[in-house]
Structure formats: structure tokens, C-alpha cells
Nanobody, 121 residues
Framework: QVQLVESGGGLVQAAGSLRLSCAAS????????MGWYRQAPGKQREWVAS???????NYTDSVKGRFTVSRNSAENRLYLQMDSLQPEDTAVYYC???????????????WGPGTQVTVSS
């Protein structure tokens, strides 16, 4: 069974930093992309950042220059370094992996349960 587990969330003051980590319980046959979404209270889940298998990264405009997404393939981990945090970054952050589990599998998206990030002003 595939499980993704996020860690590293917490409470931080504005202008502070946090580093989120996402660990997968399995090694995938192939990965299309990995990344992060977030959902603030009363709002829809929004895409934050992604990184492809060939290390191309993309970010939503509101986090460009402040957040950095990276991956460690050897450790099967995904990271989100968040700097210059602002109160509007407060949300539950979810990691996802779009991948094939086996060579004969169809691609699907796997999700972690989320980790809370709270930024105080």
C-alpha cells in the first residue's frame, strides 16, 4: 500500500522559515511529477509547487522567490523549503506524487494526509 507522509509543519512567526518533507513508503517504477498543494480555511485547495522527473520546477506566483521545491531520489523524499513566510501562507500543506507504481500500472496521483503550517503576524 502506498503511503505518503508529510512532516515539518508547525507554527512560525512572519518572515520565518519552515522546511516540509514528504516520504513515500514505496519506490515507484516511474515518477511524472511531485509537488505540493495547500488548503487554507474556507478556501479551495491550490497548487503551490511541483518538480518533474528531470528536475524542472514550477511555482504558483504567490510563492515564487520564497519557496523552493526539491527532491532526493535516493531517499525517496520530497521537500518544500519555505522562507519569508507570511500569514497568508497559513494552510494545510499536502504532498502529491504522480507516478506509476509498476511498469504495467497506469499513472495515478497519490496524496499525503497533510501537515498544518501556521504563520503568525
Amino acid at each position: 500500500q502506498v503511503q505518503l507522509v508529510e512532516s515539518g509543519g508547525g507554527l512560525v512567526q512572519a518572515a520565518g522559515s519552515l522546511r516540509l518533507s514528504c516520504a513515500a513508503s514505496v519506490r515507484f517504477y516511474s515518477i511524472n511529477s511531485m509537488g505540493w498543494y495547500r488548503q487554507a480555511p474556507g478556501k479551495q485547495r491550490e497548487w503551490v509547487a511541483s518538480i518533474t522527473d528531470n528536475m524542472n520546477t514550477n511555482y504558483t506566483d504567490s510563492v515564487k522567490g520564497r519557496f523552493t521545491v526539491s527532491r532526493n531520489s535516493a531517499e525517496n523524499r520530497l521537500y518544500l523549503q519555505m522562507d519569508s513566510l507570511q500569514p497568508e501562507d497559513t494552510a494545510v500543506y499536502y504532498c502529491y506524487i504522480e507516478a506509476r507504481l509498476y511498469s504495467f500500472s497506469f499513472p495515478r496521483t497519490y496524496w499525503g494526509p497533510g501537515t498544518q503550517v501556521t504563520v503568525s503576524s
